[in-house]
T-cell receptor, first 109, second 115 residues
Framework: DAKTTQPPSMDCAEGRAANLPCNHSTISGNEYVYWYRQIHSQGPQYIIHGLKNNETNEMASLIITEDRKSSTLILPHATLRDTAVYYC??????????FGRGTSLIVHP | DAGVIQSPRHEVTEMGQEVTLRCKPI?????LFWYRQTMMRGLELLIYFNNNVPIDDSGMPEDRFSAKMPNASFSTLKIQPSEPRDSAVYFC?????????????FGPGTRLTVT
């Protein structure tokens, strides 16, 4: 599996967009980019995934660069409840995400 | 759907005792996963099942750990005998179908403390 690199922590003002970067420079053509988050004392929660194209759902948007070596998860209007650890995972077509340390996002008032 | 259900939510036991953690996956999901999370090691996959059959148990720490899935709606993770280093949060997760990449649904976890 391709290794991912994420900043250990970020902060964002409530109501602003939170842009969480992920570097996966060794990604191969059949590997998907997945994002999960884990709110304190809860289990991880699936957010979104993509292969090549940008993706959007009710939770977030995923922007993948054309060379697929990096991606950005965008929470368009962050709320206090978005404070969590966000995991970027790159995986081939199996169903076992391997979780690293992620980015701890703090949304402040 | 109620989501993935785990019980108990908290367990405190003494070293040497047997511990059984339980999981009910989301109805219709055919893959089930057991994870362990600690501050030191993060989130680790212990074992996963597909259609009730264990596929990969390479993450199980040692023979003290065992997992079963007698039917599609129930799984257990047993630790016998338990040790203080087993203290962690244990998560169960399920997914919809084989080949569905990475979209897992996690339960609330069981916080295990072994004294």
């Amino acid at each position: 599996d391709a290794k991912t690199t994420q900043p250990p922590s970020m902060d964002c003002a409530e109501g602003r967009a939170a842009n969480l970067p992920c570097n996966h420079s060794t990604i191969s053509g059949n590997e998907y980019v997945y994002w999960y988050r884990q709110i304190h004392s809860q289990g991880p929660q699936y957010i979104i995934h993509g292969l090549k194209n940008n993706e959007t759902n009710e939770m977030a948007s995923l922007i993948i660069t054309e060379d697929r070596k990096s991606s950005t998860l965008i929470l368009p209007h962050a709320t206090l409840r978005d404070t969590a650890v966000y995991y970027c995972i790159v995986r081939v077509t199996s169903y076992i995400p391997t979780f690293g340390r992620g980015t701890s996002l703090i949304v402040h008032p | 759907d109620a989501g993935v259900i785990q019980s108990p939510r908290h367990e405190v036991t003494e070293m040497g005792q047997e511990v059984t953690l339980r999981c009910k996956p989301i109805s219709g999901h055919n893959s089930l996963f057991w994870y362990r999370q600690t501050m030191m090691r993060g989130l680790e996959l212990l074992i996963y099942f597909n259609n009730n059959v264990p596929i990969d148990d390479s993450g199980m720490p040692e023979d003290r750990f065992s997992a079963k899935m007698p039917n599609a709606s129930f799984s257990t993770l047993k630790i016998q005998p338990s040790e203080p280093r087993d203290s962690a949060v244990y998560f169960c997760a399920s997914s919809l179908r084989e080949g569905r990449v990475g979209e897992q649904y996690f339960g609330p976890g069981t916080r295990l403390t072994v004294t």
